[in-house]
């Protein structure tokens, strides 16, 4: 079992391995080939131990910016039958791409 770290950004949760790379809520002014910092730590397990933290713990995960972009169009549609009431919109988010270097 490699070092892992669940760590939590963009309100959402994310499993974190050496050398893995995770597509997370974009962040803000940063480039390709920044360093990033996740300080929410909420659990980390290696083969020896394996620490919980109430919430979070004080370790900290260290990352790269690979890439940057927008995921693929989502359609939404508002509809009323027999009313003449039609509305479509397109929604495009943000991402980023982050390289785990360490844990």
């Not at 996740?38 to 919430?55: C, R, Y």
Request: hydrophobic fraction near 35%; charge should be positive.
């Amino acid at each position: 079992m490699a070092n892992i770290a669940i760590i939590e950004t963009g309100g959402k949760q994310y499993k974190a391995e050496m050398g893995s790379i995770l597509k997370i809520e974009k962040l803000p002014a940063l480039k390709k080939g920044d360093k990033v910092v996740f300080d929410k730590v909420l659990l980390t397990a290696s083969e020896k131990d394996t620490k919980i933290g109430t919430p979070y713990l004080d370790s900290k995960v260290e990352g790269e910016l690979v890439e940057e972009g927008r995921n693929k169009k989502v359609i939404v549609i508002k509809y009323k039958a027999k009313s003449r009431y039609f509305k479509k919109r397109g929604h495009r988010q943000p991402f980023v791409k982050v390289q785990i270097t360490k844990i």
